[in-house]
T-cell receptor
């Protein structure tokens, strides 16, 4: 059974700093990995999707990397802003199964 | 519409009542998913539709839960004899194909008193 872990559960950093969020998964036979953002009381916004054949994806100040062999992904946020404050969730899809398995998320607070 | 929409946004009901939650996927998306998110947790998979048929319903917790997608577009999640433990946010997602990126709606917050 695929298990997804995100550590830490919460993180606070001063505005302007670069930061890294971590995601680990137990079954390396993944099809893709998706990073989401969730604001309080809201749905999920897709940030980046990495296919199993890719090592990283970039969108603006966000960069996601994938290391299947070690079962890890990181989300790098450059030059953090207060508007980046939210919960960040990673989710994986394995071959032959269309559902996403989610971690419990990291609640990020950017301090102005 | 531009994104996935869900109605109602909030639903309060009493224990033992029947509820229906609606999801309108992105136009043209063939795959539709339902997830449930409890407070402080990540979403958990309930059921996945490809077209009109339920391709995977392994996440439905028991037979009180049922979902339909009769015309391959709008889907309804139905919960019978609601229990307090059913209280959660129910999220719907759709994707162009089963392998593609999933896009989520804003969710329906269900509270069972």
């Amino acid at each position: 059974k695929q298990e997804v872990t995100q550590i830490p559960a919460a993180l606070s950093v001063p505005e302007g700093e670069n930061l890294v969020l971590n995601c680990s998964f137990t079954d390396s036979a993944i099809y893709n990995l998706q990073w989401f953002r969730q604001d309080p009381g809201k749905g999920l916004t897709s940030l980046l999707l990495i296919q199993s054949s890719q090592r990283e994806q970039t969108s603006g100040r966000l960069n996601a990397s994938l290391d299947k062999s070690s079962g890890r992904s990181t989300l790098y946020i450059a030059a953090s802003q207060p508007g980046d404050s939210a919960t960040y969730l990673c989710a994986v899809k394995v071959f032959g199964n269309e559902k996403l398995t989610f971690g419990t998320g990291t609640r990020l607070t950017i301090i102005p | 519409g531009a994104g996935v929409s869900q109605t109602p946004s909030n639903k309060v009901t009493e224990k033992g009542k029947y509820v229906e939650l609606r999801c309108d996927p992105i136009s043209g998306h063939t795959a539709l998913y339902w997830y449930r998110q409890s407070l402080g947790q990540g979403p958990e998979f309930l059921i996945y539709f490809q077209g009109t048929g339920a391709a995977d319903d392994s996440g439905l917790p028991n037979d009180r839960f049922f979902a339909v997608r009769p015309e391959g577009s709008v889907s309804t999640l139905k919960i019978q004899r609601t229990e307090r433990g059913d209280s959660a946010v129910y999220l719907c997602a759709s994707s162009l194909t089963p392998a593609a990126e999933q896009f989520f709606g804003p969710g329906t917050r269900l509270t069972v008193l």
